[in-house]
């Protein structure tokens, strides 16, 4: 650009910069690294067009945090284009993959997708267990936040159809308020194995929305967790932990469900501590 030769960094420079600093540094999985350190340095974009679904979402993680979403959003062929023209940034990102790849301290294993039949592919949903995810990047991942989609969801929870798959975005700390000791929560971990949630404020037992939640088991639909313990923290927004898919317990109540959750795989101790608020 213009920029380059006077030294001043770019537009895109700027742009791609803040990016880094703001939407990056929660990435855990030391798969998912060291697949963007491997891609980030061949020679030539990839082309949008020729890859496979499981890819094309891996980039669009990506480039939801590096450019933003909603107006914001660059389509993805213009934004792989635009970040292998900023070499420099690039050499940036792959060294700051390989920095937080080091600060890895915890296994992210792939997602184990229940109702998936012998020799049938699991979704192309890149996202593991125990990683940390912003919500845009849970969006992408579904193959919900696109070229002709570029604002993620809003709302606590959604359903994909296409993997018929409830997510929930759970924050434990509802407000900015400081919290009190008697204050109630009304999402957290009960024991490892155990969540306890409430649903929107509206959902009644008898509803589609109820109903798929008490019977997903018997009518192969799955409920997968993302907790966090606030919104913001030093004036970051906090990422969410995928606790990985869980299955219905029992609840108590409507408008809104209190529903127990047992997960499919425990919480880790080290996360468990923040989750488990006192009740």
């Not at 995928?242 to 809104?256: D, M, Q, T």
């Amino acid at each position: 650009g213009a920029g380059a030769a006077s030294g001043e960094p770019s537009d895109d420079e700027k742009r791609l910069g803040r990016g880094i600093a703001g939407g990056l540094l929660h990435l855990d999985d030391p798969e998912r690294l060291r697949w963007l350190v491997d891609q980030l340095q061949r020679p030539v974009a990839p082309d949008p067009a020729g890859l496979d679904p499981w890819a094309e979402r891996r980039w669009r993680m990506l480039m939801t945090q590096l450019w933003g979403s909603g107006r914001q959003h660059v389509p993805l062929a213009e934004a792989l284009v635009r970040l292998w023209a900023a070499a420099e940034l690039r050499a940036e990102l792959v060294e700051l993959f390989e920095l937080l790849l080091e600060r890895t301290t915890h296994l992210v294993a792939p997602l184990a997708w229940p109702f998936v039949a012998d020799g049938e592919p699991a979704p192309p949903v890149p996202l593991g267990l125990h990683g940390r995810y912003s919500r845009a990047e849970v969006f992408a991942a579904f193959g919900l936040l696109n070229d002709t989609r570029p604002f993620p969801g809003r709302e606590g929870v959604f359903f994909d159809e296409a993997t018929r798959c409830d997510v929930f975005f759970i924050t434990l700390k509802k407000s900015e308020r400081l919290f009190s000791p008697t204050t109630r929560y009304n999402d957290y971990a009960i024991s490892p194995w155990e969540f306890h949630w409430e649903s929107q404020s509206l959902t009644r037992e008898a509803s589609p929305t109820g109903q798929r939640y008490i019977h997903h088991v018997e009518r192969g639909s799955r409920v997968l967790l993302f907790v966090r313990e606030e919104n913001r923290r030093g004036g970051v927004t906090l990422p969410f932990l995928g606790l990985g898919f869980a299955e219905y317990v029992s609840h108590e109540g409507e408008r809104p469900m209190a529903i127990r959750w047992r997960l499919q795989r425990a919480i880790p101790g080290g996360f468990y501590t923040e989750l488990a608020v006192a009740v």
